[in-house]
Structure formats: structure tokens, C-alpha cells
């Protein structure tokens, strides 16, 4: 899996699933520059999909995306039901806070 800062590049998926897939080629992330400029949430890399209990743990370069943007994702990977589901299903893990949020 890479990391990409262009929207077009073919790639990447877009949306959730409603079937069992394999992680993308690649995902989207702020550029480094961008990242460099802080964070406003803490850069956390794990969450629970509160639909199955299962810790995902995600790349640095897509937790600093996060806490930079909280709202930057609109849908993130769960390893256990290989999906990528809306990000309201899934907390960061120990905590109750939802990702995205």
C-alpha cells in the first residue's frame, strides 16, 4: 500500500463497501508541507469498528492526515470485515470518540 496527494490517481477507491475487499493500492493523504503545519486532533493510529470490535491500526502518514483534517475521510478500512465503511462506525481506540469527529 502507498500513500498518493492526488485525488486522481487511479489507484485509489472511493466510498464505503458493502462487500468484503482487500485494502486499496493506495490512499489519499495531505501532503507532507500540509501535515508539517500541525495538528489539531492528536494523531492517534488505531480505532474500533464499533460493529465488530476489531482494532484497525492505520499508517503515520494517514493518522497525521487525520489529526491535521479530522474531516478528511469520509469512509476508513476495517481489517477484520475487509471493508471500508463510513467513518461513524469506527472510535479511536480507548477512548468513545468517534473517528472523524
Known amino acids: 500500500m502507498s500513500h498518493v496527494t492526488d485525488p486522481r490517481d487511479p489507484r485509489l477507491g472511493h466510498g464505503s463497501d458493502t462487500e468484503p475487499v482487500p485494502q486499496n493500492d493506495a490512499y489519499l493523504v495531505l501532503s507532507e508541507d500540509e501535515r508539517a503545519r500541525g495538528f489539531i486532533r492528536p494523531v492517534r493510529r488505531s480505532y474500533v469498528h464499533t460493529a465488530c470490535g476489531t482494532v484497525t491500526t492505520m499508517s503515520q502518514a494517514i493518522a497525521e492526515t487525520y489529526a491535521r483534517d479530522p ?13 471500508h465503511r463510513p467513518v461513524a462506525e469506527f472510535v479511536w481506540d480507548g477512548t468513545d470518540q468517534v473517528v472523524g469527529s
Open 71 to 83: 474531516h478528511f475521510y469520509g469512509s476508513t478500512y476495517c481489517a477484520s470485515c475487509r471493508m
